[in-house]
């Protein structure tokens, strides 16, 4: 085998990554990852083909060109496995409201909240939603992320579902970050169809068709709870989804715990997300089945509400992944570092815990983890150099964006935290 690198990393002071090819990782291994010191990864065609400690120079060939990272911490790209990237404007109309203490579901249920985003993504133009959307996706390259999962659900129909999942694709192609996307057409129940629940779950499934024919969504999710749509309604959508050959999220114990999360598990769920609210029962399912538990903290954090209770879920020996959630409602922030921030302070996650959940449980959440979300022979050469010295700095020294450079499939894409490179 040729083991001659297009390009070596070296001078790594630390490199931290999952340990190499474990799978899913779950309960106590969460605590356990892999740090090396004066480490170099070698790449070549976008592909990890080598990492190690001290000599390099078997993989130096005389076109290899040398990365220096000067002493400082190397971690793995990060994966942002839940996110509303694709909306249109902001709702800081609704902010003071939110401040006065009105419960995030009351201002859906008088037709604000999500119905307001839709209403603003469905005038919005193409052109207009890949401008604001790209702008979020620069902001998380700076941040780190390397892999993004974004969810349709600001149209609910078909028409503007579509615009929003086709627009998605185009950043797919166009900017580094890959995007893994996910068709959430039951996101909120249209106004006019309040009496008509089932002609719009009809309607969800029937778009769902030209999703798949055209190919623009990985996964289904919908939104479970109190006020927006039931269990039953759940399965009804995502037995649908997973017919047509689609993986399945879902929205679950959010707010009110109605029974998402034991379906997901039934239905072979890549992740339930949310579990402000989790119940016993929830955890046990998600004990018995390779779901990932997906927690968003900042969400927690935004709407001043419970936190998931990750501890207790650790030591059920769940496999738990963070992610940010950003959306225009709930969580605007694309600052993924500062997510990671919160799941230590608030979640009271380990350094390592958090380094698994927001790299390979995060990539298993969208059935990558064979591809990306570890630091290993054959992974994607994603890598974020950080000006730092050691990962639980990262966290610790919060609020603070200390990525100094980005490695996408092996391309310099961010240096010195500015976006050097576009595909
Ligand atoms: O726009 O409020 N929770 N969906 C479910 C969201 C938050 C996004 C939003
Ligand atoms: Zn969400």
Same mark, same amino acid.
């Given at each position: 085998m040729n083991k001659i690198a297009d390009?070596?990393?070296? +001078?790594?002071?630390?490199?931290?990554?999952?340990?190499?090819?474990?799978g899913l990782v779950r309960g106590k291994k969460m605590d356990d990852i892999l740090e090396l010191n004066d480490a170099f990864v070698?790449?070549? +065609?976008?592909?990890?083909?080598?990492?190690?400690?001290?000599?390099?120079?078997?993989?130096?060939?005389?076109?290899?060109?040398?990365?220096?990272a000067g002493g400082r911490l190397v971690g793995p790209g990060l994966v942002d496995s839940h996110t509303h990237l694709v909306h249109y404007?902001?709702?800081?109309?609704?902010?003071?409201?939110?401040?006065?203490?009105?419960?995030?579901?009351?201002?859906?249920?008088?037709?604000?909240?999500?119905?307001?985003?839709?209403?603003?993504?469905?005038?919005?133009?193409?052109?207009?939603?890949y401008r604001q959307s790209r702008h979020s996706l620069d902001i998380m390259l700076k941040h780190g992320v390397t892999t993004v999962e974004g969810k349709s659900g600001y149209g609910?129909?078909?028409?503007?579902?579509?615009?929003?999942?086709?627009?998605?694709?185009k950043l797919n192609e166009t900017h580094p970050v890959d995007i893994v996307s996910t068709y959430l057409g039951a996101h909120a129940l249209p106004v006019e169809y309040r009496d008509r629940r089932q002609k719009f779950l009809d309607h969800v499934v029937e778009t769902m068709e030209t999703v798949k024919k055209e190919d623009l969504a990985a996964f289904v999710d919908i939104f479970c709870e109190k006020g927006?749509?039931?269990?039953?309604?759940s399965r009804f959508v995502l037995e649908s989804a997973k017919k047509l050959g689609f993986g399945l999220k879902i929205h679950a114990?959010?707010?009110?715990?109605?029974?998402?999360?034991?379906?997901?598990?039934?239905?072979?769920?890549?992740?339930?997300?949310?579990l402000m609210v989790i119940t016993d029962s929830g955890i046990e399912a998600l004990k018995k089945h390779d779901t990932v538990a997906n927690i968003l903290p900042s969400t927690s954090f935004n709407l001043n509400s419970d936190y998931a209770p990750a501890r207790k879920m650790i030591e059920a020996d769940l496999a738990v992944a963070v992610s940010s959630d950003y959306n225009p409602g709930s969580s605007p922030s694309e600052n993924f570092l500062f997510t990671l921030n919160i799941a230590a302070i608030h979640l009271k996650m380990s350094p390592a815990e958090i380094l698994n959940a927001a790299t390979i449980n995060a990539a298993h959440a969208l059935k990558k983890g064979t591809q990306i979300g570890a630091i290993a022979t054959g992974y994607d050469a994603d890598l974020v150099i950080y000006d730092a010295k050691n990962w639980p700095y990262v966290l610790y020294h919060f609020a603070i964006n200390h990525v100094k450079d980005v490695i996408k499939k092996g391309r310099l894409v961010?240096? +010195?935290q500015t976006i050097i490179e576009e595909v």
């Open positions: 390009s070596i990393v070296i +001078n790594i002071g630390s490199l931290v990554t999952p340990r190499p090819h474990v070698a790449m070549r +065609n976008g592909i990890i083909l080598a990492v190690g400690t001290g000599d390099y120079t078997i993989h130096q060939g005389a076109d290899t060109k040398l990365i220096d404007g902001s709702r800081e109309h609704e902010f003071e409201k939110k401040l006065r203490g009105v419960p995030y579901l009351k201002i859906l249920e008088a037709g604000g909240g999500i119905l307001s985003s839709v209403k603003m993504t469905q005038d919005a133009s193409e052109r207009q939603l609910l129909f078909a028409e503007s579902e579509l615009k929003q999942l086709r627009v998605q694709k927006v749509f039931t269990v039953e309604e114990d959010e707010i009110e715990a109605l029974g998402g999360v034991e379906l997901a598990c039934e239905l072979g769920a890549a992740s339930a997300d949310h961010v240096e +010195n």
